[in-house]
Structure formats: C-alpha cells, structure tokens
C-alpha cells in the first residue's frame, strides 16, 4: 500500500527566506508525486508534478528515490506563499491521489 | 465551463438521514474521483468513475454509501442512515483519461457536510 508522510502540520518563516516543505513516501513501485496547494478559501490546485521537472512560482521539487522523498522548496519565501500544501502520490496508471496530511505554511512580514 | 462545480456547497443533517452530493466535472473529462476530508487531514480517496464505470472503491467507503454516475457525465454521492462520524468536506475531482498519468485531477469547492 502507498503512504505519504508531511512531518510538519505547520512551518512558519519569515518573507525572503528559504523555505522546505518535507515529503516523504512509500510504494513498492515507481509513483507520479505531486505537490498540490491550497490558498485560503480557495479549492485545492495543482502546485507542480515531478515528471515535469518545472518551477512553479519559484518553487521546485525533486524526487529522490533513494530517500522516497519529494521536498518542496523555495529559495525565498512571500507572503502569498501562506497556504496548505499537500503532497500526493499516484501510481503509474494514473488512479487515485493518495495525499499527506499536509503542511500549513505561514510567510511572516 | 469554469471547472469542477459541486453542489450543495454546505449540508447539514440529523443523524439517521439520507443525504446526496452532486459533482460536475469539466466536460471532456472521463474520470471522475472522489474523496473525502476531515479536519487537519488530507484528502482520502473514496472512489473513482471512468465514464460511467465504476472502477475503484475505498474500504473507506462502507455499504451506507453509494455513487454513481449515470451518463457518464456528473455523479452522484449518497450516504444513507448519517452518522456524526460522517461530518467532513467531500470533494470531486476530475480527469481526462488514465494517459499520461502525470495529468492533473482537478478539483471541486467541496461539500461540507454537518451531522449532528
């Protein structure tokens, strides 16, 4: 069975510092991860996917398949970066999201 | 189409009554999934629908419930006898076909449901 572990519910920094959301997850066989974002009152969207290799809004995630990790990171955090972030884990043909629990990330001024 | 719509947005109900979800997905998806989510949890997958096939379901998702989805276009999602263990926020999501998987489920605003 897949599983996806958020370590932090809640992660506060401060405007212009480096920020990682931590990711970390178990499945025997070769996933598609997602980070998917949540703002405030809004509906839950997609952040970015590791197939992708992309930079969403200044913030890049990296598969590691050694570690089962897929971090989150942004090198300068803003303020509209404060939202829930879910990680999320599908299997290769592409079914069901299994999600973490996610992190409340707070960007202070 | 402005994406997935669901409806009522907000449902409260006595325990032992019947309540039904509406998900509208965006048009040309053919997947259609739903999950459920309590407070401080991430969304749990409840089932999912290819056109009007139903090709998965959660142990999550006990006899007390059923979906459809007829036309293969919105689906349905009654929970029969509530119980306050129920409470939560339902979403859908929707999809277009299983390749490449990498494509993205969008999402609906959710129902949340109340039983007291």
């Known amino acids: 069975a897949q599983r996806v572990t958020q370590p932090e519910k809640l992660l506060s920094v401060f405007k212009g510092a480096p920020v990682e959301l931590k990711c970390n997850y178990s499945y025997s066989g070769s996933p598609e991860l997602f980070w998917y974002v949540q703002y405030s009152r809004q509906r839950l969207q997609l952040l970015l996917r590791h197939i992708s290799r992309e930079s969403i809004k200044g913030f890049t995630a990296d598969l590691n398949k050694g570690e089962t990790s897929f971090h989150l990171k942004k090198p300068f955090a803003q303020e509209e970066d404060s939202a829930m972030y879910y990680c999320a884990l599908s299997k290769t043909s592409g079914s069901r999201l299994t999600f973490g629990e996610g992190t409340q990330l707070t960007v202070n001024p | 189409d402005t994406g997935v719509s669901q409806d009522p947005r907000h449902k409260i109900t006595k325990r032992g009554q019947n309540v039904t979800f509406r998900c509208d997905p965006i048009?040309?998806?053919?997947?259609l999934y739903w999950y459920r989510q309590t407070l401080g949890q991430g969304p749990e997958f409840l089932t999912y629908?290819?056109?009007?096939?139903?090709?998965?379901k959660s142990r999550l998702l006990s006899d007390r419930f059923s979906a459809e989805r007829p036309k293969g276009s919105f689906s349905t999602l009654e929970i029969q006898r509530t119980e306050q263990g129920d409470s939560a926020m339902y979403l859908c999501?929707?999809?277009?076909?299983?390749?490449?998987?990498?494509?993205?489920?969008?999402f609906g605003p959710g129902t949340r449901l109340l039983v007291l």
């Open positions: 999501a929707s999809k277009y076909g299983q390749h490449p998987p990498q494509e993205t489920q969008y």
């Open positions: 629908f290819q056109n009007e096939a139903q090709l998965e």
């Open positions: 048009s040309e998806h053919n997947r």
